[in-house]
């Protein structure tokens, strides 16, 4: 056995997810890694939720892309996670006998790992996902869980009606246990929307599961088969209400907006709080470098920048160059990407290593409206670049390079 010890509580955490809708910033990683805040992944959330709340056993299930990510979370030093028993596990599809196959579904991902959860004989499993950017004590939720006496408890958010569209949404009686579970429902009759964080006693899920995995109609997924046909069963399903900050970051404009949420102290998001550690794993880098015509309003410049223009409520991560006269506004600028001199920047991500060439203008447009302009934001792929005097249209999307304007031609 690997664990010899008995862990009360582990966590498995869904990190395998491609982000299709993310676009060129998850060609070639995978969501979880996409760099946010600065100094920050999005996976850094979730481990440092796990980490303040105690759960020192997780294990990190990939598929997409998994590289860059792999490398990332290393042994879990930088979340105190290198632990002899327990820490961090990653937890890649695998061959079991003669034939192996990828992870079909939230599910069976969780199946295929049914020998690492019971090497430490955890009598609750907290199943989370790595792409959301939120704050979570789940010790508290475990603590309702176990009051409850509850099979299965599943964190909740109220939601506005005209979104609740979007997310599974349960209907639940006076006690908050759950009666009714719809995917997605066209006309949803509540407003309490998964956040996808759930806690099992592993006993109950482990029988689901299996009966899952030999289900050939079934999709293999939490929300689609695992909860229904508890909830069908008559098992004690609990809704925990969450009230703090939660966004799913799986668009360009939620990601967008999250990272901008960071620079309203009015968001309860902070990454300051000493009560709450943000952990990552960053390298050393020099001290930012500001130069003396440059200037900065309402944003993060991480270390390593070298800053000579104008700044306005962005968020810049480490080794970002802005050459003299070049301009950035409500955008997010990710490692070592460059905005040449005199290049406009404007409601717009650059994927790292991207480059702007300059007198460039990317996302620029004259309509202030800040609705409009955050339902249209231009993305700059990973290594891409922009060459002199180009223009990027609002809402576009580059993905490699595109040479500088030669003089009369038209710009795109």
Not at 32 to 43: L, S
Not at 258 to 279: C, E, F, G, S, T
Not at 324 to 346: D, F, L, Q, W, Y
Request: net charge negative; aromatic share 10%.
């Amino acid at each position: 056995m690997l664990g010899m010890v008995k862990k009360e509580t582990i966590a498995m955490l869904l990190a395998g997810g491609q982000g299709s809708r993310l676009g060129v910033l998850t060609n070639s990683v995978a969501k979880p890694a996409v760099p946010f805040g600065g100094k920050y992944r999005i996976i850094d959330f979730t481990l440092s939720n796990c980490v303040n709340s105690g759960i020192d056993t997780i294990g990190v299930l990939t598929q997409y892309q998994p590289l860059e990510l792999n490398t990332y979370i290393g042994s879990g030093q930088p979340w105190d996670l290198d632990r002899l028993f327990g820490g961090v596990t990653i937890l890649p599809p695998h061959i079991k006998g003669s034939h192996g196959e990828w992870y079909k579904g939230t599910a069976n991902a969780i199946y295929q790992n049914i020998h690492y959860i019971e090497t430490y004989c955890p009598e609750y499993i907290v199943v989370l996902s790595g792409d959301h950017i939120y704050k979570m004590n789940y010790k508290w939720m475990l603590d309702y869980h176990k009051e409850k006496n509850a099979d299965c408890t599943i964190s909740v958010l109220n939601v506005p009606y005209e979104e609740a569209s979007r997310f599974g949404i349960m209907g639940t009686d006076a006690d908050f246990r759950i009666c009714e579970f719809e995917e997605k429902p066209e006309n949803p009759k509540s407003t309490l929307a998964s956040m996808g964080v759930y806690i099992f006693t592993w006993k109950k899920l482990r029988e689901y599961l299996s009966r899952d995995e030999n289900d050939e109609d079934s999709d293999n997924d939490f929300g689609k088969d695992i909860i229904p046909s508890m909830l069908d069963g008559g098992e004690r399903v609990y809704a925990y209400e969450f009230k703090g900050y939660w966004k799913d970051v799986g668009t360009i404009e939620s990601l967008w907006e999250a990272n901008m949420d960071l620079l309203d102290p009015n968001v309860p998001i902070q990454l300051d709080d000493p009560l709450w550690k943000m952990y990552s794993r960053n390298n050393v880098l020099p001290p930012q470098f500001i130069g003396r015509d440059s200037v900065i309003e309402n944003s993060y410049v991480t270390e390593g920048c070298k800053i000579d223009g104008r700044i306005t409520r962005s968020i810049l991560f480490p080794g970002v160059t802005v050459e003299k006269g070049a301009a950035i506004r409500h955008s997010i600028i990710m490692p070592n990407a460059t905005v040449r001199e005199g290049a406009v920047v404007e409601y717009s991500i650059l994927a790292p290593d991207s480059i702007i060439g300059k007198y460039a203008r990317v996302g620029v447009s004259d309509n202030t409206d800040d609705g409009v302009r955050r339902q249209n934001i231009t993305v700059v792929g990973r290594g891409s670049s922009i060459g002199e005097n180009v223009e990027v249209g609002v809402g576009l999307t580059v993905s490699g390079n595109m040479p500088a304007k030669e003089e009369g031609e038209a710009q795109c």
